[in-house]
């Protein structure tokens, strides 16, 4: 009796999720065909060329400071090497700092990114989920995240239709 209770339970758990309707997006596709997505990576590109090349200064300033103190370190009194040292290492604390404020978890391209790019990204989870409550998708997947997906049918593909309730035509 325990064996066919069990098994009715494990039938109606199955048909019920058989039942489950699931789609997949691919979320890099969407987002490379939205042209303000683009247009910020495009911007954050040029913001992160600018920072590197301050620091890439910044590097070739303490090399030189370095090179110099190596060359002149034995006509140097033991007081003005220390300075000369203190120096190199400030300048290597700044570049440091420097290189976090910009390029840092909390740093100003990672603020920039959050501002430009996630609005873009939340607008589209938002039109996906909305996609998801009208069609009766269980589960929506996204194929970009590098979910481990050995055959995706492209009948279930939403992305184009992301982007057509986005407004974007492909």
Do not use: W
């Not at 607008?123 to 996906?128: E, H, N, P």
């Amino acid at each position: 009796m325990k064996k066919i209770l069990l098994l009715a339970v494990f039938l109606i758990v199955a048909g019920a999720t058989m039942a489950q309707k699931y789609a997949y997006v691919d979320m890099e596709y969407i987002l490379n065909n939205i042209p303000a997505y683009a247009k910020a990576q495009d911007d954050l590109g040029k913001i992160s060329e600018q920072y590197q090349g301050e620091l890439e200064n910044r590097r070739a300033e303490i090399e030189k400071m370095y090179s110099a103190y190596q060359s002149e370190t034995s006509r140097l009194s033991a007081d003005l090497k220390r300075k000369r040292e203190d120096a190199i290492i400030a300048s290597e604390k700044g570049y440091k700092e420097l290189q976090k404020q910009y390029f840092g978890p909390e740093g100003i391209l990672a603020k920039k990114q959050q501002e430009m790019v996630k609005p873009i990204q939340d607008q589209v989870v938002k039109t996906i989920q909305s996609m998801a409550g009208a069609g009766g998708y269980a589960v929506i997947f996204d194929k970009a995240a590098g979910l481990a997906m050995i055959y995706t049918n492209p009948q279930f593909d939403l992305s184009d239709q992301v982007l057509q309730k986005l407004g974007y035509k492909k």
